[in-house]
C-alpha cells in the first residue's frame, strides 16, 4: 500500500498541492482544521476561503508578471486557477471571483477525488518522519500550537507581519447619482467588460476631509507582543498609507487616472473604487481600503465618500496577524525543510504574498512530493518561469537577512538581454519564459 501524503492546511496552497498528488496517482490526507477550530479571520470551514480580496489581481499574461503566472498555472492544471475561471466574475482587466462560488468549487472537486481523504482536526505537532512524506501549507493564520512547533524545528525567531481586510458594500445601498461604473482606461477584462468598477469621485476639499477623518479616527490598539511587527508594504492599512503624506492615497489606491466622471466630462481629483465581490453582483469590496480603524470609526468615515453616504455594509474591515517562516535559511530548492527533508513547507508561509503566489508554491510541493516518492530527480522550474523565479526567490533569491514577504513580479526573473529595447524587454520575459515553461512541463512547444 502506498503512504500516504499528509498535507496541513485547507487553503489555496493545501489545496493545490493535494489535487496535484492526487492527480498524479498518489494518495493524500489533507488535514484542515477549520470548523473544528476557527481562526482569527476565517467565516466558513470550506476549503481555499477568500480571507482578504475576491481579486487574483491582473490576467494579462503578456503585460503582467501574475497574469503569466495565472497561464503557468493553468498550464499546470491548477484546481485553484480552474475553479476560479468557473467563477469569475467582472473586474477590468483583472481576475476575481464570487469567493463563495470559487471555495464551494475547490471543496466539490477536492471531495469527488478518490485519492484524497479530508481530515477535519486540528494538528498540533510537525508530522514525524516514519509517516512519510507532508507538506506545511497552514498559510499566515498556523495556529499557536503549530507555529510553536514550527518554531522548535527550525531553531529561528518566527518572522511576521500584519495583513489586513477590505470592507464590502451592499451595490443597492451605493448612490449612482454620483457614482459610476468603468475600469480605469476603458480597458476590458477577460470577459470583455469595459466598466467593471464602481468610481466614487472626490473634489480638493472632500478629499482633504477624508484624510483628515483617516488621521484623527479611533483605532484598534496593537497587542504588546504586536507592536513591533511589521506591515507588508504591498498591503498597508488606508490610514497607515494616509501618514505618509496627504497625497499618497491620490498616486496609490485613489489615483484618478484613466476615469473620466461621464456627468462633467472632467477627471475627479481623486477615486474611491468599489470591485465586484459576488456573482451575482450584489456586493462590491472598497479596493485598497484594508483598515485598523475601529468599525464605528469605518461606517463613519467610509460614508464620507460621495456616493457612499447610505452604504451598508455586508462586511467591515479588519487587520490579523500573519506567520512566515525565513524561507531563504530553512528551506532547500525544492522546498524541504533542511534539518527535517520529510517536511515541505508550501503557500504563504513560505514567504511569498498573494492568493496565486501561494497556489503556485502549493503546486510546486505537491508535485516535488510525487517525484521524491517516486525516487525521480526533482528538477525545479527554470527562473525564467513565474514559477521558477517566485521558487527561486524563497528558496535561495532573497537576501536571509532581510527576507519579507514578495509578490510575483518582473523583477525575479533574470534580465532578458541587455541589447533588447524598453518596450521589447517584457514581450522578452513572457516569450522566454513560455518556452520554458514548455520543456518543463515536457509540453509540444508548437503546441504550447
Known amino acids: 500500500m502506498i503512504q500516504p501524503v499528509h498535507i496541513i492546511g485547507g487553503g489555496l496552497a493545501g489545496s493545490e498541492a493535494a489535487w496535484q498528488v492526487a492527480r498524479a496517482g498518489m494518495p493524500v490526507v489533507l488535514h484542515e482544521m477549520r470548523p473544528e477550530r476557527g481562526t482569527e479571520a476565517h467565516q466558513t470551514g470550506t476549503l481555499a476561503e477568500l480571507v482578504c480580496s475576491n481579486s487574483f489581481r491582473s490576467d494579462d499574461a503578456e503585460n503582467n508578471a501574475v497574469g503569466l503566472l495565472h497561464e503557468e498555472l493553468r498550464r499546470g492544471g491548477s484546481i485553484i486557477m480552474a475553479s476560479a475561471d468557473e467563477h469569475q466574475v467582472p473586474a477590468g482587466g483583472a481576475l476575481a471571483v464570487d469567493r463563495n462560488g470559487f471555495a464551494e468549487a475547490v471543496e466539490r472537486a477536492i471531495k469527488a477525488e478518490p485519492l484524497i481523504t479530508i481530515s477535519r482536526q486540528e494538528i498540533t505537532a510537525l508530522p514525524d518522519p516514519i509517516q512519510g512524506l507532508a507538506i506545511i501549507a497552514t498559510g499566515p493564520l498556523t495556529s499557536s500550537d503549530l507555529a510553536g512547533a514550527i518554531h522548535a524545528a527550525t531553531g529561528t525567531s518566527e518572522l511576521a507581519f500584519f495583513d489586513a481586510i477590505a470592507p464590502i458594500v451592499h451595490r443597492?445601498?451605493?448612490?449612482?447619482?454620483?457614482?459610476?461604473?468603468?475600469?480605469?482606461y476603458d480597458k476590458p477584462g477577460p470577459s470583455g467588460d469595459e466598466a467593471a468598477y464602481i468610481n466614487c469621485p472626490m473634489s480638493m476639499a472632500e478629499y482633504d476631509a477624508f484624510i483628515d477623518a483617516l488621521h484623527e479616527g479611533e483605532?484598534?490598539?496593537?497587542?504588546?507582543?504586536?507592536?513591533?511587527?511589521?506591515y507588508f508594504e504591498g498591503c498597508l492599512p488606508i490610514e497607515v498609507m494616509a501618514e505618509r503624506g496627504r497625497n499618497t492615497l491620490r498616486f496609490g489606491p485613489?489615483?484618478?487616472?484613466?476615469?473620466?466622471?461621464?456627468?462633467?466630462g472632467e477627471k475627479p481629483f481623486a477615486v474611491v473604487q468599489l470591485r465586484q465581490d459576488n456573482a451575482l453582483g450584489t456586493l462590491f469590496n472598497i479596493v485598497g481600503f484594508q483598515t485598523k480603524l475601529k468599525y464605528g470609526e469605518q461606517t463613519r468615515i467610509f460614508r464620507m465618500i460621495p456616493g457612499l453616504q447610505n452604504?451598508?455594509?455586508?462586511?467591515?474591515?479588519?487587520?490579523?496577524r500573519n506567520t512566515f517562516i525565513n524561507s531563504p535559511r530553512l528551506l532547500d530548492g525544492a522546498l524541504r525543510l533542511r534539518k527535517q527533508p520529510h517536511l515541505r513547507f508550501a503557500g504563504q508561509i513560505t514567504g511569498v504574498e498573494g492568493y496565486v503566489e501561494s497556489t503556485a508554491i502549493g503546486l510546486l510541493a505537491g508535485r516535488f512530493a510525487v517525484l521524491e516518492h517516486q525516487g525521480r530527480a526533482i528538477i525545479p522550474p527554470p527562473s525564467t518561469t513565474a514559477l521558477g523565479a517566485l521558487l527561486n526567490h524563497v528558496t535561495v533569491g532573497a537576501d536571509a537577512r532581510t527576507f519579507q514577504p514578495m509578490n510575483c513580479n518582473f523583477g525575479l526573473f533574470p534580465e532578458p538581454d541587455s541589447r533588447l529595447?524598453?518596450?521589447?524587454?517584457?514581450?522578452?520575459?513572457?516569450?522566454?519564459?513560455?518556452?520554458?515553461?514548455?520543456?518543463?512541463?515536457?509540453?509540444?512547444?508548437?503546441?504550447?
Open 219 to 230: 483605532k484598534t490598539a496593537f497587542k504588546d507582543w504586536e507592536k513591533d511587527t511589521p
Open 311 to 320: 452604504a451598508e455594509f455586508a462586511r467591515l474591515g479588519g487587520i490579523h
Open 421 to 448: 529595447r524598453k518596450n521589447e524587454r517584457r514581450a522578452s520575459y513572457v516569450s522566454r519564459a513560455r518556452a520554458a515553461l514548455s520543456t518543463w512541463l515536457g509540453e509540444d512547444l508548437a503546441a504550447a
Open 254 to 264: 485613489m489615483k484618478p487616472v484613466g476615469l473620466t466622471d461621464p456627468r462633467t
Open 172 to 184: 443597492d445601498s451605493i448612490d449612482f447619482d454620483t457614482a459610476w461604473f468603468q475600469s480605469r
